[in-house]
């Protein structure tokens, strides 16, 4: 049996696997010893992705429909890709570049999102492309860039080995990151006396292991936050000399956090004022404080400013930069940092550059060696199916991501995806609730049978290597782009296509992106796939000549803003997007389960996963139960302003009275025709654009 060594393809802890194999099917997975996220550990998604590698339910070669309502039917990859390129050129010269549009996943390698971008932004000449990426980490992203000059967490999970006061909010690292969280609990174990204040509507795993937790209600955390920032100034704790010399903007949030005492925040957030001041206190008398957030505090309308309010509690402190301190963001997808590390979203461009600054789109044309970028920025993701549906987008390729499924407010998604002229969904696997919009389906190699490069939650590249041929006529995600960059290219009258699209391999892409960074926040001219192998993963920025990454970034007190000062900004002070009222009375929050991932995919061809929760279901508060005569068990039909799904009701008190959970995985099921999505709203955030997946106003009635 043959070994090959990769990461989880789950989520952002990233962590090392050895892929045993006998060359044609993946027989067994183990934990990577050597690899820094895990050191051989695995949860039981990672363990049991041997389970999930099967060739059933794959979609295994091209499709192609020639009218809405038809089947699709097999056509040759030649026949698939010409059409494709017919049909994008066609819209392109009708109704110029941005009529078409590309929407990519955080589950994409970094190789593949290169290749998108540069396929957009440097043959089509249009900034629309976008991921679920902004559905995930884009307001963490704005809260780094706002605050700390830069997209770059600058903490590592060595942290968790050092701090001795840990503040977890709107994240359930028990579910969502398990091998970050059994280093939490180590960490725990080795020094009792460090404390851990968990911030979370419900009392999750993560919570119940907590020595405080903070049980507020949804979209109160700025006020929380705010609240400790003020017991830490009335207190004594904010190190003013560290504050004048190394940021900036501080006054002005004084002026703000005055009035937010914990009395009046406890009003607003629901918890006691004696727990904020507790909190407040333990945060400020820590040697090592570090925060950790995740899509609590992301997947809201005012996302950012979650963000930059947390990590103000870490600049008041000057806490950063140091071993266990600092403002930490988990990351929700496997490779959410790469994507956004090559530019993978529509107002960026390659190695973090901005699409807004005129010298960095010059700097982007100059490496590909084209005239210009467009100027204009693309639609976000909601933009991007909002133009869509009104017909400004009229050819959209979707890759490995099911937006039928994860995008809130499935109706208007819906009524996209059938309005839309032509829709290439290029994807793993066969009957996502996307397929049935789809015009083309390509088939794409899947996580073991590609090669590549993934960033982690803490910077970390990983060379991940295929182990297995794919099924059928599977090809890989970057050649696939290239391939259609070729086509698209002749069909246009542009000859440059063959010199940009010249990969032969994903190495010759990752030396592309590589040199693109020199000089760059996340230069990583010192690594190549051979580094990757021979040193294993490593951190960037690893400039060339380095001999290692960076553990932590800004322990010189110097920031990647303008005036090389951190920020403290002032936040909205709204709530959550949609109130609760006498008709809609309880408040619905989404997360994650234990043993699933995203949209069931893959951890849904894995039976011993449903051992933990087997069905979709709705939690709820005994009381709540008890009021309305639901017994545990019961079919409920729960109810939004915009749709309704049903579900059985399960009696928990992890939630509040009037607080209600569903998990985001199951979409489509013998319950209902969709998934919580159905309820959730597209309202984003002014800044990150992303939108308020957590939270929902919703209303249940017994079947
Ligand atoms: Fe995979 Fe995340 Fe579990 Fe690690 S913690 S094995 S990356 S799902």
């Known amino acids: 049996m043959a070994e090959t060594k990769s990461t989880c393809p789950y989520c952002g802890v990233g962590c090392g696997v050895i892929i045993q194999h006998d060359g044609a099917r993946v027989i067994e997975v183990r934990g990577d010893p050597e690899h820094p996220a895990n050191f051989g550990r695995l949860c039981t998604k990672g363990s049991t992705l041997h389970f999930t590698a099967r060739p059933e339910s794959r979609l295994l070669y091209p499709e192609l429909r020639t009218s809405k309502g038809e089947a699709r039917a097999r056509v040759s990859w030649d026949v698939a890709l010409d059409t494709a390129a017919d049909k994008f050129a066609s819209v392109i010269r009708e109704h110029g570049p941005d009529a078409v549009g590309f929407y990519l996943s955080g589950q994409l390698l970094t190789e593949d999102y290169y290749v998108f971008n540069k396929l957009a932004k440097g043959l089509v000449a249009t900034n629309n492309v976008d991921t679920n990426s902004r559905l995930c980490m884009s307001s963490a992203v704005a809260a780094y860039k706002q605050t700390l000059g830069a997209d770059a967490p600058p903490c590592s999970y060595e942290d968790f080995d050092h701090s001795d006061c840990m503040l977890i909010a709107g994240a359930n690292p028990a579910f969502a990151h398990p091998i970050a969280f059994r280093r939490i609990e180590a960490a725990k174990a080795a020094r009792p006396d460090m404390k851990i204040i968990v911030v979370d509507p419900r009392r999750t795993d993560t919570a119940a292991s907590a020595d405080l937790h903070l049980a507020i209600l949804p979209g109160t955390d700025i006020w929380l936050f705010n609240a400790m920032l003020h017991v830490l100034l009335w207190e004594g704790y904010v190190n003013m000399p560290w504050v004048r010399e190394h940021t900036e903007g501080f006054e002005a949030l004084r002026q703000v956090v005055r009035d937010v005492t914990p009395a009046v925040a406890a ?61 930490f963001s988990l990351t929700g997808q496997p490779n959410a940092m790469g994507g956004r590390e090559v530019g993978g979203l529509s107002n960026l461009l390659s190695a973090h550059r901005d699409l807004a600054n005129p010298a960095h789109r010059a700097e982007v044309a100059a490496l590909w060696g084209i005239e210009s970028v467009p100027e204009k920025p693309g639609y976000s993701a909601i933009e991007l199916f909002e133009a869509v549906r009104e017909g400004k987008v009229k050819a959209l390729w979707i890759a490995c991501t099911n937006p039928a499924h994860s995008m809130p407010q499935q109706a208007l998604i819906r009524e996209a ?148 000062k951190a920020q403290f900004i002032v936040p909205a002070t709204s709530l959550t997007s949609e109130a609760i009222d006498a008709r809609y009375p309880l408040r619905m929050t989404t997360g994650r389960l234990r043993d699933q991932w995203h949209g069931m995919s893959r951890t849904g061809k894995a039976a011993r996963l449903y051992s933990h929760v087997d069905e ?86 017994k079947i």
């Open 267 to 327: 009003g607003i957030c629901g918890v006691p004022a004696d727990d904020i001041i507790k909190a407040a206190k333990w945060w400020g008398e820590a040697q090592a404080p570090l925060s950790l957030w995740c899509m609590g505090l992301n997947q809201s309308h005012h996302g950012t400013h979650n963000g930059t309010a947390l990590i103000a509690l870490s600049l008041a402190l000057g806490k950063i930069g140091a071993p266990g301190c600092g403002p």
């Open 417 to 564: 995806l059938e309005k839309c002229e032509f829709v290439v969904l290029q994807e793993a696997y066969a009957n996502t609730e996307t397929a049935p919009y789809a015009d083309l389906q390509l088939p794409a190699l899947t996580w073991a049978e590609k090669e590549g490069t993934v960033t982690n939650s803490e910077r970390r590249i990983t060379h991940v290597n295929a182990a297995i041929p794919g099924p059928g006529e599977t090809r890989a995600d970057w050649a696939i782009a290239r391939d259609f960059a070729l086509k698209l290219g002749e069909k246009l009258g542009q000859p440059d296509a063959a010199r940009l699209f010249a990969y032969p391999t994903a190495e010759s892409v990752f030396l592309e992106h590589a040199e693109s960074t020199r000089g760059r926040d996340l230069d990583i001219t010192g690594l190549s796939y051979t580094l990757l192998d021979e040193r294993g993963p490593q951190q960037w920025p690893f400039a060339a000549g380095a001999s290692e990454g960076a553990t932590r970034l800004y322990a010189d007190g110097k920031f990647e803003t303008a005036s090389g």
């Open 616 to 701: 979709p279901r709705i939690d709820l508060n005994s009381s709540d139960l008890d009021r309305r005569s639901i017994a545990d068990g019961d079919l409920v039909r729960v109810k939004s302003r915009r749709g309704s799904i049903v579900l059985r009701a399960h009696a928990t008190e992890e939630v509040r009275p009037g607080h209600a959970f569903i998990a985001m995985h199951w979409g489509r099921n013998v319950l209902s025709s969709s998934g919580v999505n159905e309820l959730t709203l597209n309202k984003v955030d002014p800044h990150s654009k992303q939108p308020e997946l957590k939270h929902a106003a919703i209303q249940i009635e």
